[in-house]
């Protein structure tokens, strides 16, 4: 029989094993897809999400009311919460249809806000939030598989070169899309 210091050194060999194996999987894991970043055009009420220089997908947004504007920034996602309870001055909202915040919450590092569903898909493409960005709720659902902790999130209030680059052909095509499928005389200039 082993002596119980030569089956303690057995065990902690085979540890340290396990462990740098599990260490290389989830490195490798990590670098397999590649890092994104969230972008999104307050003004444009459109969110990216971006790999490289890369458009992955675009979504149309609510954004904040002008009593209670988006903050602009350079975020973090800290916590993504399938089924979030919403909570907000005594009131308790569980998960459900009437839950503000949709099926799925994606947390900020600044406290308060996230991006997150919504009980009012009619807001989408309005400055209705209380500052947070609301996505329709298929969209959330679907950002959130996309997205992972620690994915910086950019927030911001004006157009940039950048994010007309992103963003500005998209409207063009929504407008020119408009204008094409509108009665005679709308949408002409006057």
């Avoid at 996602?77 to 839950?99: E, F, L, M, Q, R």
């Avoid at 004006?158 to 005389?185: D, L």
Wanted: hydrophobic content about 40%; some cysteine.
């Amino acid at each position: 029989m082993l002596k119980v210091e030569d089956q303690i050194r057995k065990l902690a060999a085979l540890t340290s094993v396990v462990l740098m194996a599990t260490a290389e999987a989830l490195a490798q894991e990590n670098q397999a897809r590649p890092t994104r970043r969230v972008v999104v055009s307050i003004p444009d009420r459109k969110l990216a999400v971006m790999e490289s220089s890369r458009v992955v997908k675009i979504f149309s947004t609510a954004v904040g009311a002008p009593e209670s504007p988006s903050p602009s920034g350079v975020f973090q996602i800290v916590n993504s919460i399938p089924d979030p309870t919403w909570y907000t001055k005594g009131k308790i909202v569980a998960p459900g249809p009437s839950n503000p915040l949709g099926p799925h919450w994606l947390g900020l590092n600044l406290k308060g806000y996230g991006i997150h569903g919504t009980s009012n898909p009619n807001s989408i493409g309005h400055n209705a939030s209380h500052g947070c960005i609301r996505l329709r709720n298929n969209d959330i659902r679907e950002l959130a598989k996309m997205v992972q902790i620690g994915d910086p999130v950019e927030l911001h209030a004006e157009r940039t070169s950048e994010t007309e680059q992103i963003f500005g052909q998209a409207v063009v095509a929504t407008q020119a899309a408009a204008q094409a499928t509108a009665p005679a005389g709308v949408g002409a200039a006057q």
